[in-house]
């Protein structure tokens, strides 16, 4: 019996990070801080989603709260287990963004993560102080186009989140490109790497498709720096995904998750769905038009107002992604059908387990190898 190697830490902006593994922030409703709090007590970082806290929040205190409220009560309770915490934040959700960056500073998280679009604007939103700025990127070339951006106001990422096209949610592909070799994880990590290396040698953080402790050693052999997970949390006892959510990824199999653009996420990305989510199948068999009314990815019309999305303008084409992904969050199951999303390798997962258990498997501490 061969002794498995223990994991190395991680250094963000100064903050030691005892194992190099970040929980990816799914939204709506999963990663909230029961979630982000027992993966930072097992020495990870744990993330909250942001998307649709005020809602998520103000059902649980059962009156109205804004979004900054909401932000900064989430962070403030996943930061009571100790350790590191943070924020995923989608550029998408064009409309609360300033405010969720502003409340997450505010609350003192410890890193900020940000994709599904470039968030060019984010040094500038609020001084980060202590807290991280992580973008998210699927090429280098998106990592210098931020990079040069955030040069002009004196400011280089903390850290930057690679994601590959196996993730779940959002990806940050075509379509048709991603299957491609070039985009495969490991092939786009040298160019990334060497890009953080130029502009300051920040760490690179993996994601999309990472699914056991031997594919964490492989990647931090050929040089990332730590891993970002988020599929393997979704069917863990703390997640805030409701039962049916869970049970529906363990019995699903591998032809049950594909890519979806058509119908797909008014956001115009292709979107890593499982294809039995009642709101998806409901679209394909045209039984009904999703009802889109809480307006998180609205885009700005000619005169400035948030008024524009996909799904509003034509709902044929897209599925209403606030509407079900707060469903599956069981927020609003009476109203709208939910819709799930998971990574590529949600089907290999077959049972609910503890944030405890899957951070000693991914750690090494249950893994023995003859």
């Known amino acids: 019996m061969n002794s498995i190697s223990p994991l190395p830490s991680l250094v ?14 799914m939204g709506v409703g999963v990663s909230l801080s029961p979630l982000a709090g027992a993966v930072a007590r097992e020495g990870g970082v744990g993330i909250v989603s942001s998307a649709a806290l005020d809602r998520i929040v103000s059902k649980r205190k059962g009156k109205k709260c804004s979004t900054y409220e909401a932000v900064f009560e989430e962070i403030s309770l996943a930061k009571t287990a100790g350790g590191a915490s943070g924020i995923n934040i989608m550029v998408a959700l064009a409309r609360d963004y300033d405010d969720t960056v502003k409340a997450a500073i505010d609350a003192g998280v410890d890193v900020i993560i940000s994709g599904a679009g470039l968030p060019l604007r984010l040094p500038i939103i609020k001084n980060p102080k202590e807290t991280a700025l992580i973008p998210i990127v699927s090429s280098a070339r998106a990592l210098e186009l931020i990079c040069r951006k955030w040069e002009r106001v004196g400011y280089r990422p903390d850290a930057v989140v690679l994601e590959g096209p196996l993730a779940g949610g959002h990806l940050g592909f075509k379509l048709e490109d991603i299957q491609l070799e070039s985009n495969r994880l490991e092939n786009l990590l040298p160019p990334v790497k060497e ?3 130029k502009y300051g040698d920040f760490p690179v953080i993996v994601a999309g498709g990472i699914y056991t402790y031997e594919d964490i050693v492989s990647f931090l052999l050929i040089g990332a720096d730590a891993v970002q997970m988020g599929t393997r949390f979704l069917v863990t006892e703390e997640s805030s995904a409701n039962d ?4 529906a990824v363990i019995n699903a199999d591998t032809e049950d ?39 998180y990815v609205l885009m700005k019309d000619r005169e400035g107002n948030y008024t524009q999305c996909r799904a509003k303008a034509d709902d044929g ?25 998971v990574g590529d390798n949600g089907y290999r997962i077959d049972k609910v387990t503890t944030v405890k258990k899957l951070m000693d498997e991914l750690t090494g501490k249950t893994v023995t190898i003859f």
């Open 257 to 295: 998750i594909l890519v979806a653009q058509n119908p797909g996420s008014p956001c115009g990305l292709p979107f890593r769905v499982l294809k039995g989510s009642p709101m998806f199948q409901g679209i394909l068999e045209q039984k009904r038009k999703p009802l889109c009314d809480k307006g």
């Open 12 to 25: 963000i902006k100064g903050k030691t990070i005892r194992v190099p593994i970040i929980q990816g922030g």
């Open 195 to 197: 890009m953080a290396v």
């Open 244 to 247: 049916a959510y869970k049970q």
């Open 317 to 341: 084409g897209s599925f209403c992604i606030c509407n079900g992904l707060l469903s599956s969050a069981g927020y609003n199951p009476q109203t709208e059908d939910p819709l799930y999303t």
